[in-house]
């Protein structure tokens, strides 16, 4: 998502200055690839790059292929084969193995419903939204459909006039699929001249709720910053939840639990820290936040702690579900100090959010990236 928050304030300064864009899309990969599809990239008429396609090999290309775009005003699609053992063509050794396939699209301006204003439609809020993109592998030379249909909250925007009617009305119905089953989808068409789909869900960033101010919550706040992430940032001691020593918060809430766990929202996009270093300030916050039913809760602490946060609860009558409650939080990564600590918790938190086992890359069999989206 903070890819997609960077390329939404680059595209605002370029109207600011009148500059004309294109936006590349990887849509589709197979093989090995350093991004995965939806990996975005902004490109200004003046060569000003926001985001990214790959590790930086295939960006250069791209730029000059962008900036034809802009020229003509007509989008294409660029097809990178990486597993040619010639890959020096791309100015570099690529070092991948995979067939990556770009659109690149203009960005017209005075277009309300252009492919980076349905991004910001898709972000203004934090419901599920899934955006769809049509391109043709056997067409990829001729100007392409591109991204056109944003779904959200059951609502319809975009353009729907270049796709035929009854692909649209199979789009419509496969990202209303998308949405429940939450996972991208990519689907060819061979009875619609082998057009091909490209169904992305977007969704919110991640929101932390991060109860406690100490001195050694400050890291996890920076961190979640640098990732994008939603920082709300909780406390009872007004002296130590300030802006001045968190400054990437998000919100600062401070209080009893009683006072503010009703001013807190939360989604299943929401995880939580209980970092307070106060036994009872946490026996409470977890008293109120058990039956939200977040994917994530991590307490700071030595295991006997976190079962005697439970055991508490238990003989107030209180069963909680403890398969989402990570006590000790974090990885065991051997962290020591406040900063390693804050790597292994946040690491953690991806782990868990991207239900990954947090095993080591040279064990996989195959391509980094798991086949999430299919044809």
């Not at 790959?54 to 290309?61: K, P, T």
């Not at 059951?154 to 990202?175: C, H, Q, R």
């Not at 057009?195 to 109860?211: D, H, I, N």
Request: hydrophobic content about 40%; aromatic content about 6%; overall charge negative.
């Amino acid at each position: 998502m903070k890819e997609f928050q960077q390329i939404i304030a680059a595209y605002g300064i370029c109207q600011e200055q009148n500059q004309k864009a294109a936006l590349a899309t990887v849509v589709k990969v197979d093989g090995s690839a350093y991004r995965r599809p939806g990996a975005r990239m902004l490109v200004t008429e003046d060569g000003l790059l926001t985001g990214a396609i790959s590790g930086g090999c295939l960006e250069g290309d791209a730029l000059r292929k962008a900036q034809s775009v802009i020229f003509q005003q007509k989008s294409m699609l660029v097809t990178y084969d990486t597993t040619d053992e010639d890959d020096q063509k791309f100015g570099i050794g690529l070092g991948c193995n995979g067939i990556i396939q770009v659109l690149i699209e203009p960005i017209d301006p005075t277009n309300p419903e252009n492919p980076i204003e349905l991004l910001k439609q898709a972000l203004s809020d934090r419901d599920l939204s899934v955006l769809v993109t049509f391109f043709s592998l056997k067409r990829s030379k001729e100007q392409q459909i591109g991204t056109k249909l944003l779904l959200k909250s059951g609502n319809w925007s975009g353009d729907s006039s270049p796709i035929p009617p009854a692909l649209l009305e199979e789009a419509k119905a496969v990202s209303s699929q998308i949405e429940v089953e939450g996972s991208n989808l990519i689907k060819a068409y061979p009875e619609q001249d082998e057009l091909q789909v490209f169904y992305e869900l977007v969704k919110s960033p991640t929101r932390v709720l991060l109860f406690g101010a100490g001195n050694d919550t400050q890291p996890v706040a920076k961190m979640a910053k640098l990732l994008g992430w939603e920082l709300w940032l909780i406390d009872g001691r007004k002296s130590y939840a300030t802006e001045g020593r968190f400054p990437s918060a998000f919100k600062i809430l401070t209080g009893t639990p009683e006072e503010i766990i009703d001013q807190v929202a939360w989604d299943q996009n929401t995880v939580a820290l209980l970092m307070t270093h106060n036994f009872e300030y946490e026996v409470q916050v977890l008293r109120k936040i058990h039956a939200w039913g977040l994917p994530y809760v991590g307490i700071l602490g030595p295991k006997k702690k976190t079962l005697k946060l439970l055991e508490r609860l238990q003989q107030e009558g209180i069963q909680v579900d403890d398969r989402n409650i990570f006590g000790p939080v974090g990885l065991d990564i051997g962290a020591e100090g406040s900063e390693e600590i804050a790597l292994s918790i946040l690491t953690e938190i991806k782990m868990v959010l991207a239900k990954k086992p947090g095993s080591h890359l040279k064990s996989k069999e195959g391509p980094i990236h798991d086949e999430n989206v299919h044809g």
